[in-house]
């Protein structure tokens, strides 16, 4: 008996310990940033685009990075879910009875979506050099949009799996088509649609190695698919490389704008999922 309540007391210490060390992590991290960047904070950061020495010290903001980092990681997110939503539904409704191809596939895209995002950078950067691309918004979209694609496969294919068979069937006893069938499980999987945008704007709007190489960047704020965009990562790695200390705030002040819009996207996906959501808590 006393084994059995030093085994539980062990193991209880041990899930809390993790927790703090996870809870304690994010608050230094979110901590660090807000008390780093809040100083260098002000509405020129915002509003402004960097103007002639800004990376010496001098004014300017980082509208342009704010903008591409939202077009880049807005168009592969909105790209990337038009080519998934069909992937997972060809997956889970017209493979019933091929499951080694089926969990053959699923494995294949869990194997990408654990590749360094740079692989993805230097393959969408093959196909820019094949298809006569430079380093542009469009570059920097097909890139990201390779990256992203993994995410929102998977995480459909999952959602989609969580739907009772029944309901399938209810659609197929009635008449309907496989596709008209698949329609009916879209409407019930809107939730899990939200959740699978948030994870892929979230990775697409982080990630910088993948547009490293393939959307240039601009201290201007692109007007069309060919021309380079700067983004909030490249931003803050260039600006925290400084031996400026105005330079390197600025870097952190970035970097807090970007939690910040990952922050409200989050709350956006929680309001949304709740809003559609069938059964609410």
Same mark, same amino acid.
Do not use: K
């Given at each position: 008996m006393k084994k059995r309540k030093l085994e539980e007391l062990f193991f209880r210490s041990l899930m809390v310990l993790a927790t703090l060390v996870v809870g304690g992590s994010f608050f230094l991290i979110v901590g660090t940033i807000v008390y780093k960047g809040a100083p260098y904070m002000n509405l020129d950061m915002l509003t402004k685009t960097p103007g002639g020495g800004f990376y010496i010290g001098k004014?300017?903001?980082?509208?342009?990075?704010?903008?591409?980092?939202?077009?880049?990681?807005? &168009? *592969? $997110?909105?790209?990337?879910?038009?080519?998934?939503i069909p992937v997972a539904i060809f997956i889970n409704m017209y493979m019933d009875g091929k499951r080694f191809l089926s969990n053959t596939l699923r494995m294949a895209y869990d194997v990408l979506f654990g590749i360094p995002s740079i692989v993805y950078g230097a393959f969408g950067f093959l196909?820019?050099?094949?298809?006569?691309?430079?380093?542009?918004?469009?570059?920097?979209?097909?890139?990201v949009t390779l990256l992203v694609i993994p995410v929102l496969v998977r995480t459909l294919d999952?959602?989609?799996?969580t739907v009772p068979l029944e309901?399938?069937?209810?659609?197929?006893?009635? &008449? *309907? $088509?496989?596709?008209e069938m698949a329609k009916v499980v879209l409407r019930q999987i809107r939730p899990g649609i939200?959740?699978?945008i948030l994870l892929s704007f979230g990775r697409a709007i982080g990630d910088v190695a993948s547009v490293l190489f393939t959307a240039g960047f601009s201290d201007n704020i692109p007007t069309s698919l060919h021309q380079p965009a700067a983004t909030l990562p490249l931003a803050i790695f260039f600006q925290l490389g400084s031996a400026v200390d105005e330079v390197q705030g600025r870097g952190y002040a970035s970097a807090l704008i970007l939690t910040i819009i990952v922050l409200i996207i989050t709350v956006l996906a929680q309001v949304l999922t709740k809003k559609f959501s069938k059964y609410k808590i």
């Open positions: 004014e300017g903001g980082v509208l342009n990075a704010i903008i591409g980092s939202l077009y880049v990681a807005g &168009g *592969a $997110t909105i790209l990337g879910l038009l080519i998934s196909i820019m050099v094949y298809f006569g691309i430079r380093a542009s918004l469009l570059g920097g979209i097909i890139a999952e959602v989609i799996r309901l399938r069937d209810a659609a197929l006893s009635l &008449g *309907a $088509t496989r596709w939200y959740t699978a």
